[in-house]
């Protein structure tokens, strides 16, 4: 499953407006939630009420925010090597 980040965003991290800061934040934020989400599997886990159905959707979870993280960081470096190549080119 793709993620599309938002238009405005991904023109920012592209031209590399803070793109560094974006990309911390964003790592942070999904840091956040990938805990949130093994909180929730251990206590599925804990009290023995953990269905396939569950496992999976809590699996899909943490691989989203690794893609959302993983995208960004690709647009950043690519962001980063366009700025440095017009630096040189100049």
């Not at 953990?50 to 999976?56: H, Q, R, V």
């Amino acid at each position: 499953m793709a993620y599309a980040l938002d238009p405005a965003v991904e023109q920012l991290i592209g031209q590399g407006h803070a793109a560094r800061t974006l990309l911390l934040s964003m790592q942070s934020f999904c840091a956040a939630l990938l805990e949130e989400s093994l909180k929730k599997l251990d206590t599925h886990v804990a009290n023995d009420a953990l269905s396939g159905e569950t496992a999976i959707a809590l699996c899909h979870e943490l691989a989203a925010y690794r893609r959302i993280v993983l995208r960004m960081k690709q647009h950043v470096t690519m962001g980063e090597r366009a700025a440095a190549s017009k630096e040189h080119a100049a």
